[in-house]
């Protein structure tokens, strides 16, 4: 059982379009990061969220931390084909492993032009 | 300033061959982390050490792979006997402090392919 459910797992649309991407889980979170991967690199980290209900917006991206701290979205306004790339959501459970990243499956996107 | 840098980026090892990965974190960067990344999967936790402690090694999946960190810095992390199951992407990342709130930058990972 993967304790972090992303969804969808892919998703294609075109460009100029909007959409959302959401992360879940049974299990509270002390904190949780949305990060983006392209082919052949490691993980890049786009946003990192503490507090329950927090938004945070990086240009076209708007990110939330749900009120329970279990679940997590990922909204893009008017996807260019640059946003291309697995999303991964990545959680650390409260208490002494803190430090532990706990991944998702990530949900594969492309924009096409 | 640099990132995370890893080596090899590729690295095919006949099965039954003992390989070893090197990590370089960022310069001053107190934890580091080890994940393993398989084709389609998000990447899971392998180890972490706080400078040149190993504080978790809960994730590594078999008593043939070790992985250390001597002088707080450069980390290596060896797999003995490679079986074809150990193919991945190896994924190293680096934080400033420890714990919650202090963000992890990743290397581009070691692709290892065991034939």
């Known amino acids: 059982t993967q304790l972090l459910e992303q969804s969808p797992q892919f998703l294609s649309i075109q460009e100029g379009e909007n959409l959302t991407v959401y992360c879940n889980s049974s299990?509270?979170?002390?904190?949780l990061q949305w990060y983006r991967q392209e082919p052949g690199e490691g993980p890049v980290l786009l946003v990192t969220v503490v507090t329950g209900g927090e938004v945070k917006k990086l240009k076209r991206l708007t990110f939330q931390f749900g009120d329970a701290r279990k679940d997590s979205s990922l909204h893009i306004t008017a996807a260019q084909p640059g946003d291309t790339g697995l999303y991964l959501c990545?959680?650390?459970?409260?208490?002494?492993?803190?430090?532990?990243?706990?991944f998702g499956k990530g949900t594969l996107l492309t924009v096409n032009p | 300033g640099a990132g995370v840098s890893q080596s090899p980026r590729y690295k095919v090892a006949k099965r039954g061959q003992d390989v070893a990965l090197r990590c370089d974190p960022i310069?001053?960067?107190?934890?580091l982390f080890w994940y393993q990344q398989a084709l389609g999967q998000g990447p899971e936790f392998l180890t972490y050490f706080q400078n040149e402690a190993q504080l978790d090694k809960s994730g590594l999946p078999s008593d043939r792979f070790f992985a250390e960190r001597p002088e707080g810095s450069v980390s290596t992390l060896k797999i003995q006997r490679t079986q074809q199951e150990d193919s991945a992407v190896y994924l190293c990342a680096s934080s400033l402090g420890e714990g919650r709130g202090y963000e992890q930058y990743f290397g581009p990972g070691t692709r290892l392919t065991v034939t």
């Open positions: 299990s509270v979170f002390s904190s």
């Open positions: 310069s001053g960067h107190v934890s």
């Open positions: 990545a959680g650390a459970l409260s208490g002494g492993s803190n430090y532990k990243l706990t």
